[in-house]
Structures are given as structure tokens and as C-alpha cells.
T-cell receptor, first 114, second 113 residues
């Protein structure tokens, strides 16, 4: 069965320092993977997607993620955190076939300290 | 281009009542998915509609039902509300039966007392 595991429930960084949010996936074939961001009391916004093209994926707001098949990982990074990056981040895998749906990880809450 | 909209924004219901939540899909999209997000958790898939037919269902009881209309807008109905149904309900639209790139609305916050 396909699933994603987010390794950290909370991450705290200082403004201007790098961000690393970790995600491992489980899949019997090449998955479609996503990162979504959710700001407080807001809906979900698509940050970036991997669909078996380039393994390094660039998204919005300076975020990027690298698909590593050997490590079954899809970690989200940003070189320099901004206060506005404080939010909940979800790693997501798409399941197609008879049931077309997204499976969400448990989320990582990113805090950015001034 | 109009994004995904949901109504109402907030709703308070009593246990045992019924509720209807509404979603308008993004312009050009013909698929709508519904998710339940309990406090502190990731969204859980409820079901999906493609061209007015159910196209997959998650592990939710039959008292969760839905509809999709010819204009691709959708409703989520929940009967016999329970306290555990309190959550943020998210609607997402996409293109095609296997469309994986889903765009979410702001959600409806349902509180059951």
C-alpha cells in the first residue's frame, strides 16, 4: 500500500536559516508526490509536485524537493526561511486506479523565530 | 479563473442533525474530491465525484453521501451527526478521472455539539 511518513511533527528555525522538512514514502511503483502548505485557518495550497520527470522539483516561494528513489525520500527544503513560511506542511502521495485520491502525511508544523 | 469556493464558512449543529456542505469547483475542472480534517491531523479522503458519478470512496460510513451537479459543483451531506464529525471539511477540484493535481477550497468548519 502507498503511504507517506513525515518524520518530524514540529520544526523550529530562525529567520534566514535553511528549512528541511522530511518525508519518506512507501510505494510499489513510481509515485506521484506533492507538498502542500496550510496556513492557520486557511485551505491547502499546492507547493510543488513530483510526477516522474526531473527528480529535483522547484515550487513556489523558493521551496524545492528532491525525489530520491534509493532512500524513498521526498524532503522539502528552502535555503532561507521567512516569517511568512510559518505554517503546517503536508507530504502527500497520489493513489490512482479504482480509487483516485490523495493520501496525506500527519503534517509538520514549521515555526520561524525572528 | 475562479478558484474553489465552499459554503458555509462555519457551521454549528447538534448531534443527530443533518448537514449539507457545498463546493464550487475551479473553472474547467470536472472532478471534485471531499476530505475531512480533524483538529491536528492530516486530511482524510471521503469520496470523489467525476462527471456526476462517484469515482472512489474512503473509509467513511454511508451516512456521508454526496452529489455532483451538471455544472460540476458538489454537495457533501452528513446524516445523524456525531460529535466526532466535528472537523474542517475540504473540497478539492481537479481535471479528469485520474487527475492528481488537486486544488483546495478554504474549507467549512463544522462543529457538532
Amino acid at each position: 500500500a502507498q503511504s507517506v511518513t513525515q518524520l518530524d511533527s514540529h520544526v523550529s528555525v530562525s529567520e534566514g536559516t535553511p528549512v528541511l522538512l522530511r518525508c519518506n514514502y512507501s510505494s510499489s511503483y513510481s509515485p506521484s508526490l506533492f507538498w502542500y502548505v496550510q496556513h492557520p485557518n486557511k485551505g491547502l495550497q499546492l507547493l510543488l509536485k513530483y510526477t516522474s520527470a526531473a527528480t529535483l522539483v522547484k515550487g513556489i516561494n523558493g521551496f524545492e524537493a528532491e525525489f530520491k528513489k534509493s532512500e524513498t525520500s521526498f524532503h522539502l527544503t528552502k535555503p532561507s526561511a521567512h516569517m511568512s513560511d510559518a505554517a503546517e506542511y503536508f507530504c502527500v502521495v497520489h493513489i490512482g486506479g479504482a480509487t483516485n485520491k490523495l493520501i496525506f502525511g500527519t503534517g509538520t508544523l514549521l515555526a520561524v523565530q525572528p | 479563473e475562479t478558484g474553489v469556493t465552499q459554503s458555509p464558512t462555519h457551521l454549528i449543529k447538534t448531534r443527530g442533525q443533518q448537514v449539507t456542505l457545498r463546493c464550487s469547483s475551479q473553472s474547467g475542472h470536472n472532478t471534485v474530491s471531499w476530505y475531512q480534517q480533524a483538529l491536528g491531523q492530516g486530511p482524510q479522503f471521503i469520496f470523489q465525484y467525476y462527471r456526476e458519478e462517484e469515482n472512489g470512496r474512503g473509509n467513511f460510513p454511508p451516512r456521508f453521501s454526496g452529489l455532483q451537479f451538471p455544472n460540476y459543483s458538489s454537495e457533501l451531506n452528513v446524516n445523524a451527526l456525531e460529535l466526532d464529525d466535528s472537523a474542517l471539511y475540504l473540497c478539492a477540484s481537479s481535471l479528469g478521472r485520474q487527475g492528481y493535481e488537486q486544488y483546495f477550497g478554504p474549507g467549512t468548519r463544522l462543529t457538532v455539539t
